[in-house]
């Protein structure tokens, strides 16, 4: 009972401490704001590599995080604690850059084995089929902008940051269902937008 007591009694001071730190830091005081880089970077920065692969690309993705919580200090509304904050924040920042990073190889792949000149018979890479896939982005595009303000939330925070439904229910402050719900009709949209092109 006493290990039960001691991490309770460890949790509450932890979360005392990041209170402290994130109303410091919502006033502007650069000390707590350094206090917290010191603590979390080098842990951070270690995460962030098991998902990029990159000590570069998490370095970037752990000084993006780092830099949007100093912008956005006066915003700053952290429910749980500062550690799991910090931690689900790289997270989604390193899905958001392995994505980017996998879109610009994709293209910059087509563009170096796909420039064939119009009529030499290659389908792929053909003026046709970057037409037709020029047709669908803008049709998905649409179809994305057309739908209604919730449903495009869930849809983005799936899609865009990577979020499990548990942690868009939470953002969203909506039961798992709904999320379900929205994603589901959100898809049904898409297919519906892409079936018409």
Known sequence: MTDANSRSDEYMETELQDRSLIQAIRTG???AFQQVVEAHYAALCGF??????SDDLAEEVVQDVLLAVWERRTQLQI??????????????KALNVIRRVKVE????????TDEWPIGLGRA???ELDRMVTAEVWEAVRNAI???PEKRRAVFLLRWDHGMSYAEI????????SAVERQLSRALQGLRAAIAGV
């Open 29 to 31: 005081d650069e000390g």
């Open 48 to 53: 962030a590599n098991t998902y990029t692969r």
């Open 79 to 92: 429910s749980g604690s500062l550690k799991s904050y910090l931690y689900g924040a790289v997270r989604n």
């Open 105 to 112: 190889t994709q293209i910059t792949s087509q563009l170096t």
């Open 124 to 126: 792929k890479g053909s």
């Open 145 to 147: 902008e057309d739908m």
């Open 169 to 176: 229910a939470s953002t969203m402050e909506t039961s798992v």
